[in-house]
């Protein structure tokens, strides 16, 4: 369905709304001499403890190709409702008028009483989802061909029926990124509004008359590239080429990360990535990567990582598109990213991988804002200690910058002997609730981790959220306004009203997404790439280049979780060479050696050992481990592949930290054949061992994708 001049009239009348709304509260609270007696009780000390904050943006700490032909059980719905515009716009209006009747009054706080019902993960246990559709597995693969991506953005500019139309019948149980960073907060609006208007859509982009299309041939210049990498984007990105032959497990269990919410958002997410501000960022932030790779690796970058580049600015887009659905955090849902590409429920999904992605983690992300109330639900499928996740962490997120501001560890919780539990969320102080979150008026996202240490019999925890109290929905809060300004907005009564006056729009075209997930890609892309990028090549301490194939020593680093220990480094192995690093984890109960591209995302870690913890380690006599580094197989038990890559970065985490402090005991490059003299016979195996290895390792990663 196009958009026709009454959809423009919509969006026009609720941004100019929104714009009087914002200037008044603006002035009201620039005048000098004004008072507001706030009752609202909120706590003046909403910093929490010291101890746990730090920047947190990485996947350990963020908020992080296209879907298959279909990747959207509603498209044929789509073409139908494009022959009966009609109907659809009426239809589309009672929706926005029940949307609207439904935001015009504020939430209550109300009890949360629900329990999740159980996924299922034995034969006793009922099913917490059930899809129609056949389940696949993961693959390293781009997703298969799609819709040439010009005519998605010809026509999503009026279709409301991504969020809205099923992929899959579902029954479900309440089973159910950080945000953008902004230079400045007046920048967001303005790299929007003329974004918009120079794609000619000005009355999406001003409250007054439509802008019209500039003329400057640099634009144009850009456009009819970009026309030009559209049509070679199938080749690159839409053509399903698995790299790794994929493993058929019978199951008949669901993963707790199977929700419709979760579908959906893929689905908007892989839309939102084919839209023209997006490709057109791509673009840049691919040569902003490349400069930054070649500042920091001034010996050069390999063909390998070279070819990777595509792929990493691929997946750093895919994280931003679910980035912008956690900016509206008075529909907050419960969304899964920072994760390879798969294949499930007939969707193909591309990967959000980003800033050093931790192969055992689930990442799991929140929208929440400081004038609101949430009741998160969750529930541990497996009450015994093989059963629960090596680590489960809540993170309370400030402002643009990704600051934990409070952390909430599984060895906090309070859990019912069923393993449900529930956590409030609010700007009150805990009180003595052991299950509360304190936020603060700056509080964008609530992270939530699971880490598998054992992937076979681990199992995430389910998890949904709610908002239970705090101002009505808005056109404010649903463009990410509480993100960016709700440190200003928050705290003040009168300018939440006023921001809340105009109620949202009755639905986000893909092209708004695709504007706002450029911006995300604007302030954040380039320099929070380059600063992880420089762990690895860059002594913390010194500054100084780190000489490559040298791991650094345990140490806190602000831009990971703020309760684990990193060791940086990075590597250039010929591919009969191996880096072999022994490591005494001291009393950490968690630790894991994965391997990276030069671009902070791990390759194939399911069908090849391109990550090892403690749980999947072969441990030595004395307590400490030995694991071995190389583009190929030596043979060793405690291998860990670079997925071929001769160059790359390695990031070693320490988690559940104990007195006795983690260390690198040694380490040193050898030949294969060194390798045989240099460990015991005990510590190698043999051809079918290791192929045992990898099909147990390919079934424990397809669980969490089924």
Not at 5 to 13: D, H, I, L, Q
Not at 628 to 651: E, K
Request: charged share 20%.
């Amino acid at each position: 369905m196009a958009t026709t001049p009454n959809s423009y009239a919509r969006f026009v009348g609720r941004v100019g709304a929104l714009a009087v709304a914002l200037g008044v509260g603006a002035a009201v609270a620039t005048t000098p001499g004004f008072a507001v007696a706030d009752d609202t009780g909120a706590d003046t000390s909403e910093a929490a403890d010291a101890g746990a904050a730090g920047t947190d943006t990485s996947p350990d700490s963020v908020v992080g190709g296209n879907l298959s032909d279909n990747d959207d059980a509603g498209e044929d719905e789509e073409e139908e409702a494009e022959d009966d515009e009609s109907e659809d716009d009426e239809a589309l209006d009672d929706e926005a008028l029940d949307d609207t009747a439904e935001d015009d009054e504020p939430v209550e706080p109300k009890k949360n009483d629900d329990d999740p019902a159980p996924v299922k993960r034995t034969g006793d246990r009922e099913p917490a989802v059930t899809f129609s559709g056949n389940v696949s597995r993961t693959t390293e693969t781009t997703p298969e061909p799609t819709p040439d991506p010009v005519e998605d953005i010809a026509t999503d500019l009026g279709a409301p029926v991504e969020e809205e139309s099923p992929v899959a019948e579902a029954a479900v149980a309440p089973v159910t990124s950080e945000p953008p960073a902004t230079a400045a907060v007046t920048a967001v609006p303005t790299v929007v509004g003329s974004m918009l208007s120079a794609l000619g859509f000005g009355p999406l982009a001003t409250q007054g008359p439509a802008v019209p299309t500039p003329s400057s041939p640099l634009l144009w210049a850009m456009l009819g590239f970009a026309r030009r990498e559209i049509g070679n984007t199938p080749a690159e990105s839409a053509t399903a080429t698995p790299t790794a032959a994929a493993l058929v497990v019978a199951t008949e269990t669901v993963s707790p990360l199977a929700t419709p919410e979760q579908l959906a958002a893929e689905r908007i997410a892989a839309r939102t990535v084919r839209t023209l501000p997006v490709i057109l960022m791509k673009m840049v932030l691919r040569q902003q990567f490349l400069a930054a790779a070649q500042r920091l690796y001034p010996d050069g970058i390999d063909a390998e990582n070279m070819a990777a580049l595509n792929r990493a600015v691929d997946e750093y887009a895919m994280g931003a598109a679910f980035q912008q659905q956690l900016l509206d955090s008075m529909n907050p849902k419960v969304v899964a990213q920072v994760a390879p590409p798969h294949v499930w429920f007939g969707q193909a999904v591309p990967g959000s991988r980003i800033l050093y992605d931790n192969p055992d983690t689930i990442y799991r992300f929140m929208g929440v804002n400081g004038a609101s109330e949430y009741v998160i639900t969750g529930r541990f499928h497996d009450m015994t200690a093989d059963g629960r996740p090596s680590d489960t962490t809540f993170s309370v997120l400030e402002g643009v910058g990704g600051t934990t501001s409070a952390i909430l560890t599984a060895d906090d919780l309070e859990v019912n002997e069923d393993g449900t539990f529930t956590i409030t969320v609010s700007r009150e102080p805990a009180n003595g609730r052991r299950n509360h979150l304190q936020l603060t008026t700056g509080s964008t996202i609530i992270a939530a981790r699971d880490t598998l240490g054992d992937w076979n019999s681990e199992v995430p925890v389910s998890l949904s959220i709610e908002r239970v109290g705090g101002p009505p929905n808005s056109l404010f809060a649903q463009i990410g306004g509480f993100a960016f300004l709700g440190q200003f907005v928050s705290g003040n009564p009168l300018l939440t009203t006023l921001v809340s006056v105009v109620p949202p729009l009755p639905y986000m075209p893909p092209l708004l997404r695709g504007a706002f997930t450029a911006v995300i890609l604007v302030v954040r892309g380039a320099a929070e790439q380059a600063k992880y990028m420089a762990l690895a090549t860059t002594d913390s301490d010194t500054g100084a280049p780190r000489p490559v194939n040298e791991i650094g020593q345990p140490a806190s680093n602000a831009e990971f979780l703020a309760n684990q220990l990193q060791s940086n480094g990075h590597f250039q192995l010929a591919d009969d060479e191996v880096l072999v690093l022994t490591i005494d984890p001291g009393d950490a109960g968690y630790f894991i050696v994965p391997t990276y591209n030069i671009w902070t995302i791990t390759d194939d870690y399911w069908s090849e050992p391109g990550s090892l913890n403690n749980e999947q380690a072969v441990r030595n006599a004395d307590g400490t481990y030995t694991v071995v580094i190389s583009p190929t197989d030596p043979g060793a038990a405690n291998w860990v592949s670079t997925s071929g890559l001769n160059q790359g970065a390695i990031a070693i985490r320490f988690q559940d930290l104990g007195l006795d402090a983690p260390r690198i005991v040694s380490q040193q490059v050898m030949s294969h054949e060194a390798l045989r003299d240099h460990l015991p016979a005990a510590a190698f195996v043999t051809p079918e061992e290791r192929a045992a290895q990898l099909a147990l390792r390919q079934a424990g990663f397809d669980s969490r994708w089924s």
